[in-house]
């Protein structure tokens, strides 16, 4: 790609179906393009620290190791095939995982801990103390600041419920960011940075694609927009699909209600600048139409959509079920996707720095 145009990734929250950003990245890397700034959330910050906290050449090596850390405990596979139990193989995966934790992420707290008239209660079922080692050793945090590309995680202030964002391009990052944005309550405790206590990003919005768009400056931006929910499914047929569709509902992103929004300001940007051609001099600086001419983003934008499609054994666990299989199986799903989009004659023809916002939704097996 042209030096002109910014690479960014936005990887949404989804717990163990971020190995579908995982494989979506190796494939990228694959067709070398290279990326310039990486935001994300939930466990989309954890792979996005470890992508920018690594060189090229140790990057994906450093991400799959992450991966088969936390899947090591549940390596092997059911001996009986069929849809049934294959569902049945991953909700019972996804029992162990809630009972004992996974290696290198999280361990569940003893009961005790739990207690209300203990003088300093657990705030939380699960201790993440496992995670911070893992983000040490993945994760060289003085190249991700001076070196990598530039990374932005979101979380939630807990006393104003508000979106707090930390940029790599304006402090220095350590794990407790990363952590702060995965900080998912009751299951993991809030994370302290400075005073203030965090909780997962996902509670007040499960995408950083807004960020990116505010946050954007002059040159092209390509963005790659990687979502582990789809707001988009069928009626339910029984309880279980109501509460795996009401899961998917609020954790999408509205990656198509957002991408309408900035359509909107990019014309609304446009005309404005169109009527400033048209009205004399001494009228062009008057402040409302300055702010109009500020609406949307000041460069073209390219947005790729790559959405993780339901799997036919996925459950209401799906998102905490960190099994070996399933997590082999979301990978190699994102790399298909990619793959779809980056051949199909769409994408091949696409005009790079072309002015207004180019949506691209190409991943999906129908494509």
Not at 50 to 78: K, M, Q, V, Y
Request: proline share 6%; aromatic share 10%.
């Amino acid at each position: 790609m042209p030096k002109a145009e910014q690479t960014v990734l936005v990887l949404q929250g989804g717990g163990a179906l971020g190995a579908y950003q995982a494989g979506a990245c190796e494939e990228l890397a694959a067709n070398r393009i290279e990326i310039d700034w990486v935001a994300g959330i939930s466990i989309g910050a954890i792979n996005a620290a470890i992508l920018c906290g690594n060189p090229g050449e140790t990057r994906l090596a450093r991400l799959r190791a992450f991966w088969e850390e936390i899947t090591s405990d549940l390596a092997f596979t059911p001996w009986i095939w069929g849809a049934r139990p294959r569902s049945l193989y991953s909700e019972m995966a996804a029992a162990e995982v809630a009972l004992a934790g996974a290696p290198g992420f999280f361990r569940p707290r003893p009961p005790l801990a739990l207690w209300p008239f203990a003088r300093h209660p657990a705030l939380s079922f699960y201790d993440t103390a496992p995670l911070a080692a893992t983000l040490n050793a993945l994760v060289d945090f003085d190249y991700l600041n001076d070196s990598g590309p530039r990374l932005s995680v979101g979380a939630t202030d807990i006393e104003t419920g508000n979106f707090a964002y930390f940029d790599s391009a304006e402090m220095r990052l350590n794990a407790r960011h990363i952590m702060a944005s995965g900080a998912l309550p009751p299951g993991f405790p809030p994370v302290e940075i400075d005073g203030h206590f965090y909780w997962d990003g996902g509670l007040v919005s499960n995408t950083p694609l807004q960020y990116v768009m505010q946050n954007a400056g002059s040159d092209a931006l390509c963005i790659f927009q990687i979502d582990l929910f789809s707001a988009r499914g069928e009626v339910p047929g029984d309880i279980a699909d109501v509460q795996q569709r009401e899961k998917d509902i609020r954790y999408s992103s509205r990656t198509r209600l957002t991408t309408d929004r900035y359509r909107h300001l990019h014309q609304l940007r446009a005309a404005a600048e169109r009527l400033a051609a048209k009205l004399p001099a001494e009228m062009r600086a008057d402040p409302d139409l300055a702010l109009l001419r500020e609406a949307g983003p000041d460069c073209p934008v390219t947005l790729v959509h790559l959405i993780h499609r339901k799997e036919g054994f996925e459950g209401l666990s799906k998102d905490y079920e960190f099994s070996r299989l399933s997590m082999t199986e979301h990978w190699a799903a994102g790399r298909a996707d990619v793959g779809r989009t980056l051949a199909h004659k769409r994408w091949k023809g696409r005009k790079i720095g072309k002015d207004g916002l180019q949506v691209f939704d190409l991943g999906a097996r129908t494509a």
